[in-house]
């Protein structure tokens, strides 16, 4: 068995499967094609994983810039094409998500002739736009994935056409990661603040979209303070657009570069209300029954929505109601307790045979 995946975000939600396998004392091989490098090796001690098997990908810093994946996806092909024997003998490979590493991944897993076990399996947002390019991943994945893990009834039914075996793990793998290692939440901070994490391509690269996340910031900073988690990529593109000034001078606006997953979970599970384009928050945030304003056009997740999460579709209207009422965004239905990556290694098992 073969797991090979790429950046944090992957790592975090494969994590639990992995430690499934080590507490079951199932060997698995573990490739990284490494977009995060410092993030995953900081990752992999914290979650107690063992270091990548083979690491395709022998860049120190992270890739942040639009330009650099042509060469570091030449590389990696490159150098899992001169490891042949490396996947000689192996039956299954397992990835994740809807990454560039994910489209690698099955690329590999075809070319070896591997069965692929692809989770997160069946989010769709409906528009190959929006996000770009992970929509277009899921649905490239989907179609040259074998094993089908969706995270929801939902998404199951996304892949009833696709020739894949569905197998719904009723969550998302990163509930058994919260479960883990977010053991339990502080007592709430006198101090009354809201967490900030904007870093999707779509919004730090269009104009209109930043400005209007920046505008609502700024205009949340009025009244709370700020937790601003902020990329390297974000701040760069928030500089090139005149927009960084705006958030650095404001004294209720804390900029953070980086945290490790554990601490800004906590962070998170302790915050009034989180402002954020990424669908990873917007399943986490449900876990944590925590408010979240999603500011994208359209997500590929339906967990949460009108819920916890609230689409702010960049409408004014939208964007207005949501700061009025943040209060009444929690959880409305009895949440019940699955265990995915359980689900997902009993599964994959039966491939090992």
């Known amino acids: 068995m073969v797991i090979l995946i790429g950046t944090k975000g992957q790592l975090v939600k494969v994590a639990p499967v992995m430690k499934e396998l080590q507490d079951r004392n199932i060997p698995y091989k573990y490739v990284q094609t490494d977009q995060h490098p410092n993030f995953n090796r900081e990752l992999e001690g914290k979650f107690g994983l063992k270091p990548p098997d083979l690491n395709l990908w022998k860049g120190k810093k992270d890739l942040v810039k639009i330009w650099q994946l042509p060469i570091w996806f030449l590389t990696c092909f490159i150098n899992a094409l001169r490891h042949r024997k490396f996947f000689a ?16 991944a099955c690329l590999v897993g075809r070319i070896y002739s591997l069965k692929i076990a692809h989770i997160e399996a069946g989010l769709r947002s409906f528009n190959i736009f929006h996000p770009f390019p992970e929509e277009l991943v899921r649905r490239i994945s989907s179609k ?9 009834d939902w998404a199951a039914g996304n892949l009833q056409r696709e020739r894949g075996k569905v197998i719904n793990t009723r969550q998302n793998t990163v509930y058994d990661t919260l479960a883990i290692y977010v053991k339990k939440r502080p007592d709430k901070e006198k101090e009354k603040y809201v967490v900030v994490a904007i870093h999707r391509q779509e919004t730090i690269y269009n104009y209109r979209r930043l400005k209007k996340a920046i505008d609502t910031v700024l205009a949340v900073a009025k009244n709370f303070s700020i937790i601003y988690i902020l990329h390297k990529t974000s701040e760069h593109q928030l500089k090139q657009f005149g927009l960084y000034d705006k958030i650095k001078t404001n004294p209720n606006i804390r900029l953070i570069g980086y945290l490790d997953y554990i601490t800004f979970m906590n962070l998170v599970g302790n915050c009034e209300f989180v402002i954020s384009d990424g669908g990873g928050l917007q399943e986490e945030t449900y876990f944590l029954d925590v408010p979240c304003l999603i500011l994208r ?4 997740r339906e967990i949460g929505l009108n819920e916890t999460a609230w689409l702010s579709e960049f409408k004014d209207e939208r964007i207005d109601y949501f700061l009025t009422h943040y209060q009444q ?5 009895e949440f019940v307790r699955w265990y995915p990556s359980k689900i997902i290694v009993d599964e994959l098992i039966k491939y090992e045979k």
């Open 89 to 104: 003998g192996e039956k299954i490979l397992v990835t994740h998500g809807d990454t560039i590493s994910t489209l690698f």
């Open 144 to 152: 040259l994935a074998h094993i089908l893990f969706a995270p929801s």
């Open 297 to 300: 056009n359209r997500t590929e």
């Open 329 to 333: 965004f929690h959880r409305k239905k």
